[in-house]
């Protein structure tokens, strides 16, 4: 199968698991998680509608591992209560979340900027950097709706902690990949 059929059908697939969720949530009552859905998949087809505008695309994989991120996250983690019923779903996703958004970091760069920096260091610390900082403002977020709509999604210092830790390791070996691949976009 070409890259571009193959393309085509991973979009449907997302398209699909995306509505089918949007649905489940509703049925079971679930409205923030409806517009938390409807968010994510307006985010990622905004990004596909600008992306389409260049003449490069960042890699099939990193678009394939984004999909699968935020798949994992609203499925697993929300609609099959993952996060709320497994301690290790949690610290997966917080590595897997921010390996996957590091390496997206780095086709963004590339592809709005073109720039690739030839200093294998300054490339590393720069997309770690994102990464960690993303996994920061996504434990703040969480802080913030625990504080205002008294939800539990930190379970204490320990928790807060192991998830950056977690974030860390992900946008560590993410960085490492991109500066081994050199290239995040084709």
């Not at 995306?18 to 409807?38: A, H, S």
């Not at 209560?81 to 997966?92: G, I, M, R, S």
């Not at 930190?154 to 050199?182: C, E, H, M, P, V």
Request: aromatic share 20%; hydrophobic share 55%; glycine share 6%.
């Amino acid at each position: 199968m070409n890259k571009y059929l193959m393309l085509k059908l991973i979009r449907f697939i997302f398209d699909a698991i995306m509505f089918i969720i949007c649905i489940g949530f509703f049925i079971k009552k679930q409205i923030f998680l409806v517009y938390y859905v409807i968010f994510l998949y307006a985010a990622y087809k905004l990004f596909l509608y600008f992306e389409s505008k260049k003449k490069d695309q960042v890699k099939l994989d990193i678009k394939i591992l984004m999909m699968i991120t935020i798949i994992l996250d609203v499925v697993g983690g929300f609609y099959l209560n993952l996060y709320d019923t497994n301690h290790w779903f949690d610290k997966f996703m917080h590595f897997f979340g921010s390996f996957s958004l590091t390496l997206f970091y780095c086709g963004l760069i590339q592809l709005w900027t073109g720039i690739f920096s030839h200093s294998k260091m300054l490339m590393f610390i720069f997309l770690s950097s994102l990464g960690i900082a993303s996994g920061a403002i996504y434990e703040i977020m969480e802080f913030v709706l625990d504080f205002i709509f008294k939800t539990n999604n930190q379970a204490g210092l320990i928790d807060t902690n192991l998830d950056l830790i977690f974030d860390i390791f992900g946008a560590n070996l993410a960085a490492a990949l991109s500066i081994y691949r050199k290239d995040c976009i084709y």
